[in-house]
């Protein structure tokens, strides 16, 4: 069964740093393209970053030059470190393939407010 197990998120002030991880089983995670996804409330879920097996990477414009994506393909984990966060990053993160399978993880929640 796919598992996706994301932890990290917290409360932060403007202008602050958090990293994101996520353990995913072998399944998901191996020669797969990883990504990062976001939720605000009211909003749809959108792709944050994405790493190729390789390493190559890919990111949104809101969070290019603030956000990094890197895997541990030893460990099946993959990280974001945000930095410089904005009240606008606060959602629910989620980690998955690229593209996404169905079944998510539970997610973790970043809020940036002072």
């Known amino acids: 069964q796919v598992q996706l197990v994301e932890s990290g998120g917290g409360l932060v002030q403007p202008g602050g740093s958090l990293t994101l991880s996520c353990a995913a089983s072998?399944?998901?995670?191996?020669?797969?393209?990883m990504g990062w996804y976001r939720q605000a409330p009211g909003k749809q879920r959108e792709r944050v970053a994405i790493?190729?097996?390789?390493?190559?990477?890919s990111y949104a414009d809101s969070v290019k030059g603030r956000f990094t994506i890197s895997r541990d393909n030893a460990k099946n984990t993959v990280y974001l470190q945000m930095n410089s966060l904005k009240p606008e990053d606060t959602a629910a993160y989620y980690c998955?393939?690229?593209?996404?399978?169905?079944?998510w993880g539970q997610g973790t929640q970043v809020t940036v407010s002072s």
């Open positions: 790493i190729g097996g390789g390493g190559s990477t």
């Open positions: 998955n393939s690229f593209p996404a399978r169905p079944n």
């Open positions: 072998g399944s998901i995670f191996s020669g797969h393209i």
